[in-house]
Every structure is written in structure tokens, then in C-alpha cells.
């Protein structure tokens, strides 16, 4: 694929991207050949495989807190791919935090891309956001392992043993 030919076609992704048409960002990228897609357009086939996943084509899953895990995984493991070339990048490590954001039950991998997004562009407002949003994230699971295990203590002293036939203290 030629320079000016590439450029028109990533300029395309923008704005089918901007429209929240994702599944024709994947056509078209798709159509390629994997050995003639490079970085940048695997890079940009991950970002429409994680945003279908998360938002649908034109948001049909926006509010309803659905994701896809297979999409989602599917955008990571194209990430991953090209994890040598991108763990340098900003835009890759911002990628692979909302991935992961989206993708796992924790924040802890998120935040591992995110603070190195941060690291890469320190002044990227989106990345400084990412950052916050996932050590808030960090707080709650903390407070909630606190939580569950304040309660199975709690559990443990008062019920009763199946033995004796007594309560544990």
C-alpha cells in the first residue's frame, strides 16, 4: 500500500471511528492482508475491536455497561502483537489501558498502561484522566477486599461449630 493511499485510508478509519462505525473500521482493515497491515493499522483494528465491544456501532450498547469479552480479548491479543513496537508508544499503551479496563475484573493491569501512557505524554489530559479513573477504581476494590474479609471474619466468630455444636470464638 502506498504512502498517500494508506493516509487517505487511515484519515477513512477517523471518521468512521468519529461516527461509531466500528464493525466497517474491521471490514476494511480486515480486507487487508495481516503481513501488509503494519503497526498503526493493527494498532487502529484493535481500537475498533475494543470500541464495538465496549459501545456498539453507533453506541447501540453505550449505556447498558455490556462488553463483549471475546471482541475485547480479541483487541488485546492484536495489541499483543505488536507489543514490541507499541510499548513505547503513547497511543498503544492507552489502547492496551482501556482494553484491559474494559476486558478485567481488576484495575491493577490498566493501571500498569495507563501510568506508562502518562509516563510517555505527561501532559495528555486523557492520560492523566485514565490514570485517576483507574487508581479510583484501585480505592473501591481495596475497600471491598477490606469489606469481605471484615465480613468472613465476622462469619467465622459467629457461626456455629458443626462439631461442638457450639459458636466459635
Known sequence: MESTEKTKLLEQIEQWNSKDEYSRCIRVIEAIPEQERGYLLTVKLSRAYSNLAVLGDHREHGTDGEVDGNLIQHAIELLESVRFRGENDPYW?????????????????????????????????????????????????????????????????????????????
Open 93 to 169: 499503551n492507552a489502547r492496551m489501558g482501556y482494553s484491559c479496563l474494559m476486558a478485567y475484573c481488576s484495575a491493577s493491569t490498566a493501571y500498569k498502561y495507563a501510568k506508562r501512557w502518562l509516563t510517555l505524554a505527561p501532559k495528555d489530559p486523557d492520560a492523566q484522566k485514565l490514570v485517576r479513573d483507574c487508581e479510583g477504581y484501585l480505592e473501591e476494590e481495596k475497600a471491598l477486599e477490606i469489606d469481605l474479609k471484615e465480613r468472613e471474619e465476622f462469619i467465622r466468630r459467629e457461626a456455629p461449630d458443626d462439631e461442638k455444636g457450639v459458636i466459635c470464638k
